[in-house]
């Protein structure tokens, strides 16, 4: 995991480069995206500064990040039911381990993805430029719930 504060930084920084002002509702915003803790989703970030910004829509969250993404600096794990989320913290692409039940969702290091890239572009004469790689499952916390 990234350095909370340098992410926050550098995010702060690319949105004054590129010209936008920081309001106090996008700085919240751009603390929750720089932990990214467990991946929020657009709702999980409005729900943890509403209460600050009584007058703040969803709407606003979203535009916010939006925006963040097309400055390369989120990454947005998108699903086909629309259910978001994104994760600020590493905007690189990376494997995520996805929970089927609680929707967890947790980074993992693969030292084998390298290796995965350059077969995937011997077999097929591509230029892999990005990946995007999901593994789903059960979380240990819903196993043990199973009981
Ligand atoms: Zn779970
Ligand atoms: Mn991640």
Same mark, same amino acid.
């Given at each position: 995991?990234?350095?909370?504060?340098?992410?926050?930084?550098?995010?702060?920084?690319?949105?004054?480069?590129?010209?936008?002002?920081?309001?106090?509702?996008?700085?919240?915003?751009?603390?929750?995206?720089?932990?990214?803790?467990? #991946? &929020?989703? =657009?709702?999980? $970030?409005?729900?943890?500064?509403?209460? /600050?910004?009584?007058?703040? !829509? *969803?709407?606003?969250?979203?535009?916010?990040?939006?925006?963040?993404?097309?400055?390369?600096?989120?990454?947005?794990?998108?699903?086909?039911?629309?259910?978001?989320?994104?994760?600020?913290?590493?905007?690189?692409? #990376? &494997?995520? =381990?996805?929970? $089927?039940?609680?929707?967890?969702?947790? /980074?993992?290091?693969?030292? !084998? *993805?390298?290796?995965?890239?350059?077969?995937?572009?011997?077999?097929?004469?591509?230029?892999?430029?990005?990946?995007?790689?999901?593994?789903?499952?059960?979380?240990?916390?819903?196993?043990?719930?199973?009981?």
């Amino acid at each position: 995991m990234a350095d909370h504060k340098k992410r926050f930084e550098t995010i702060i920084q690319k949105l004054r480069g590129n010209g936008h002002k920081i309001t106090p509702q996008r700085l919240a915003i751009v603390k929750i995206l720089a932990k990214s803790e467990g #991946h &929020p989703s =657009v709702e999980d $970030i409005y729900d943890q500064i509403k209460g /600050d910004f009584p007058t703040m !829509s *969803l709407a606003t969250v979203y535009r916010n990040i939006v925006l963040i993404k097309s400055l390369g600096e989120v990454l947005e794990l998108g699903f086909p039911d629309g259910s978001n989320r994104y994760d600020g913290n590493n905007p690189a692409p #990376h &494997p995520h =381990v996805i929970c $089927i039940k609680c929707k967890k969702i947790v /980074d993992t290091y693969l030292d !084998s *993805l390298d290796e995965i890239k350059k077969e995937v572009a011997e077999e097929t004469n591509f230029e892999i430029l990005n990946h995007r790689l999901d593994f789903f499952g059960i979380c240990s916390d819903c196993m043990a719930k199973k009981g």
